[in-house]
């Protein structure tokens, strides 16, 4: 197999030699394309075989719309057969099953063909992203597999994943059987060579797993102690020895997974933790909030109680001050913004109604739910905490705003007013406070 380098069409990504595996994590389709159109047209121009194998979120018209719109001679390439557009379930699961043997073998028999037709080489991408449902745990063996293989052919292959579909313990899965992940920070398009960073070798050799990570691919958490678990983060980015090492000097700081996970950088790199590592701590710290906000913004009315505390739970749970959060809302009930307002000390967050009253306005809010946490982990309002929420419902009525909810957030549980049916209580106070008001002024 020739060596030499191949252009892959994205910026942050370069040129890579054959055989290199990828993966993305994207969030919308406007992601995905944004990153497959150049890619394809770098493997056009550079006499590859081409195939795009797609998933149920993005139709064939819709592909081939987008490829027309960059590639200016893209009917040429089709009518000669060099580019193919294959539905997901005539590649992956032939008559409904999923078989990592054949699909394997079909990679094989591409290249061979591209070869044989003169093409320097085969370039894919695929996307799991199927509603008639296939074991994602199978899929990630399937790629672990598929990794070494691809290693050894003229081929280049890019793994789409949509990152609200999956958990952040499936996510790690991915990132272990890719030597390069790609995701976006903002609208920056982020790259992270997990294979360098652990010391294996280029894609031209196989990859090994380590044990603590072939545990987990066949078992994931199960049968992993808070040592075993520290090591797998930290195996992302160092070799198996120091991964080990460092994650017992970890537990012996830090007891826990999750405080290791809660720690700060300073924290970490106290316990000797490098940088390239602590990316990775943060990464799995921030990734089940995300995917939890990206499910409750998407959602097409307002969540309840219980979802707006699972998502902002993995970021609230190990606060050492109190913090105040907006949640703004639309006319039709979906959540515009999240905004951190005030920040406090441990029991008391100053919290102004009339910042929150202006920034509902600011924001064209028309309704209000208010999260706070507690750092003792006990959930229970204080009176401040009711005083508090009542003079917002006041405040919200006058101005035409509703206050659909205050949140505390404690150790796993949560408290809720309107679950509670405090906000009704105080919506309640209010109007009878109207009435009261002008038959005292009548007097």
Not at 9 to 38: M, N, S
Not at 244 to 256: G, I, K, P, V, Y
Request: charged share 25%; proline share 4%; aromatic share 10%.
């Amino acid at each position: 197999m020739k060596r030499r380098l191949r252009e892959t069409g994205i910026k942050v990504l370069g040129a890579v030699p054959w055989g290199t595996h990828v993966c993305l994590f994207y969030d919308a389709q406007r992601d995905l394309l944004e990153t497959l159109v150049p890619y394809f047209k770098a493997g056009l121009s550079g006499n590859e075989l081409c195939l795009w194998v797609l998933s149920e979120s993005l139709s064939e018209q819709e592909s081939k719309r987008a490829l027309k719109k960059v590639i200016p001679d893209f009917a040429h390439y089709q009518a000669k057969k060099q580019i193919e557009l294959v539905p997901f379930e005539e590649w992956y699961v032939k008559n409904g099953v999923f078989d990592a043997d054949k699909v394997i073998a079909g990679w094989s028999e591409k290249v061979e063909k591209a070869l044989a037709e003169g093409y320097d080489g085969l370039r894919v991408t695929g996307d799991l992203f199927w509603h008639g449902g296939i074991d994602k745990k199978r899929f990630a063996e399937y790629e672990a597999k598929a990794d070494s293989i691809i290693a050894k052919y003229s081929m280049l292959s890019l793994c789409t994943y949509s990152v609200g579909y999956y958990t952040a313990g499936e996510v790690l899965d991915v990132i272990l059987a890719h030597r390069l992940t790609l995701f976006r920070q903002g609208n920056t398009l982020v790259l992270r060579d997990v294979a360098e960073q652990r010391g294996i070798a280029p894609p031209a050799a196989e990859t090994l797993l380590s044990v603590v990570q072939k545990r987990f691919v066949a078992s994931g958490f199960k049968g992993l102690d808070d040592r075993d678990a520290i090591e797998l983060v930290l195996s992302l980015c160092l070799p198996p020895e120091e991964s080990r090492s460092r994650a017992q000097a970890c537990l012996e700081q830090f007891h826990t997974l999750r405080d290791f996970l809660s720690a700060s950088q300073r924290e970490l790199k106290r316990t000797g933790i490098p940088p390239r590592c602590m990316f990775f701590v943060e990464l799995l710290r921030q990734l089940p909030a995300e995917l939890l906000k990206q499910q409750i913004i998407a959602k097409p009315a307002y969540p309840s109680s219980r979802e707006v505390f699972d998502y902002l739970y993995y970021s609230m749970r190990d606060l050492k001050k109190e913090i105040f959060k907006v949640i703004y809302l639309d006319n039709r009930n979906r959540i515009i913004e999240v905004a951190d307002l005030f920040i406090g000390s441990v029991d008391r967050a100053p919290v102004h109604p009339r910042e929150i009253i202006e920034s509902a306005i600011n924001t064209n809010a028309v309704s209000l739910i208010f999260v706070h946490n507690h750092p003792s982990g006990d959930p229970t309002p204080s009176r401040v905490d009711k005083r508090l929420s009542r003079d917002l419902v006041f405040m919200g009525m006058l101005m035409q705003i509703k206050v659909l909810d205050h949140i505390i957030v404690g150790a796993n549980k949560y408290f809720s007013f309107a679950d509670e049916g405090l906000i009704q209580k105080y919506e309640d106070d209010f109007l009878n406070l109207q009435i009261r008001l002008p038959l005292g002024a009548e007097r």
